[in-house]
């Protein structure tokens, strides 16, 4: 079914009564996101699209069917993002999105955007150590949805918008260096959780927070060796300027404290050693929070965008020490997603934190190379828990 949606029907009608239940909602999904096309940029747009998809069923499954369309709203609008290339997807682009959907939704969605000089004020200097190579000024974008007046703790969702990864003066290998246009798949995540958020009314309250930079090399770019001072104070020696995503994400998840915070979830396209260790199949999951972590695993079930735990122990933190300055941003050549993971934790000490280190999930490779939406899904379904009580 999946494949004839995929390639050649217009409309379709399913009798759906013979679907299991628990797997009713993620064959329902990946049925809507069969249809996915990105052809922005093709002369010849597709002309087969599925424009129709009617179920039957004899239960009533409009409720449950209504919050899986905006799941699938909010996964399109992560696939578009990410599928960018990045001349057209830079920093600023990402705050015109943002603004754009809060128009949308006015009632729901306020929207700040920090530039460069407001960031400098803040202190935010492993932050700007990334986006200081680029002509494109860095962003840093909140989305405050507010689903719940009764001033309830809001779930805070950061997300890595490296709009493009060069690698900056630790320049990357040219062979593939198209598909760091992906490199701000987090953010775009992010962003789709806020538009399905908006579409299904979820009773919660949620920030998005879109860590939005480019990283490249310049004449102003980080030098290898150079030492900045984050927010929280901890100084940073920058052994490898393509670790760019933890400077980003460091000084944004201390920014966020500012929101009292229920729990923090970031979501990054980390490291090359996450797919090395969990391939392309299933994100990793790190958190020294149990409950947490387990909340997200089997919320990954349920509409089948998986996470597998790793470790974040303290018995990794010592491959971080530097004889310069309080960390440096590697941990040398094995456990390379334990220890970028390892890096965040030193900024996440305050409040319930989680990572998803989603740089194996996020695009597919080849010829059909684009951007999977994940994992709105799973962060979707969490919501959704955390919602119900
Ligand atoms: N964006 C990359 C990670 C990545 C690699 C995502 C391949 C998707 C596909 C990240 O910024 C990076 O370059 N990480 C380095 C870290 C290293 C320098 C410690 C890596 O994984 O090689
Ligand atoms: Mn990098
Ligand atoms: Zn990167």
Not at 18 to 47: C, E, M, P, Q, W
Not at 52 to 78: C, E, K, P, W, Y
Not at 180 to 205: H, Q, T, W, Y
Not at 282 to 296: I, K, M, N, R
Request: glycine letters at 8%; aromatic letters at 6%; charged letters at 20%.
């Amino acid at each position: 079914i999946y494949k004839a949606l995929n390639t050649r029907v217009s409309q379709a009608t399913l009798e759906i009564d013979g679907i299991a239940d628990a797997v009713l909602d993620a064959f329902v999904l990946s049925l809507a996101n069969a249809a996915y096309r990105f052809d922005a940029y093709k002369s010849k747009k597709t002309d087969s699209k599925l424009s129709s998809l009617t179920l039957i069923s004899s239960q009533d499954l409009s409720d449950r069917l209504a919050f899986i369309l905006a799941v699938h709203q909010g996964q399109n609008v992560a696939r578009d993002l990410a599928n960018q290339p990045a001349n057209i997807c830079y920093p600023e682009y990402m705050a015109e999105q943002a603004l754009a959907l809060a128009a949308q939704y006015p009632d729901l969605l306020t929207v700040t955007v920090l530039d460069h000089a407001q960031m400098t004020e803040l202190g935010m200097h492993t932050f700007l150590a990334v986006s200081k190579g680029s002509e494109r000024e860095g962003r840093l974008i909140t989305l405050e949805y507010s689903g719940k007046s009764d001033g309830s703790q809001p779930v805070v969702l950061v997300g890595k918008g490296v709009t493009f990864d060069t690698g900056g003066i630790s320049i990357k290998p040219a062979a593939n260096m198209d598909e760091m246009k992906f490199d701000m798949a987090g953010a775009a995540s992010v962003m789709g959780v806020m538009r399905a958020l908006c579409e299904s009314r979820l009773p919660i309250n949620v920030v998005g927070a879109l860590a939005c930079a480019e990283n490249m090399p310049s004449g102003r770019a980080t030098r290898p060796g150079d030492v900045v001072t984050s927010m929280s104070g901890q100084t940073v020696e920058i052994l490898n300027t393509d670790a760019e995503g933890r400077l980003v994400l460091c000084d944004t998840l201390t920014y966020i404290q500012k929101f009292n915070p229920a729990a923090v979830i970031d979501i990054a396209t980390l490291t090359g050693a996450c797919i090395v260790a969990l391939g392309k199949v299933v994100a990793g999951l790190f958190s020294p929070d149990d409950e947490l972590a387990a909340e997200l695993q089997s919320a990954g079930q349920v509409l089948h965008d998986r996470v597998w735990r790793m470790p974040v122990w303290e018995d990794y933190q010592e491959l971080l020490d530097s004889p310069v300055a309080d960390m440096g941003n590697i941990g040398g050549p094995y456990g390379g997603a334990i220890t970028a993971a390892c890096f965040l934790a030193r900024f996440t000490k305050d409040y319930r934190w989680a990572h998803l280190d989603i740089a194996g999930v996020s695009h597919v490779s080849g010829a059909s190379k684009g951007a999977t939406g994940r994992p709105v899904p799973l962060l979707m379904q969490f919501l959704r828990q955390r919602a119900q009580g």
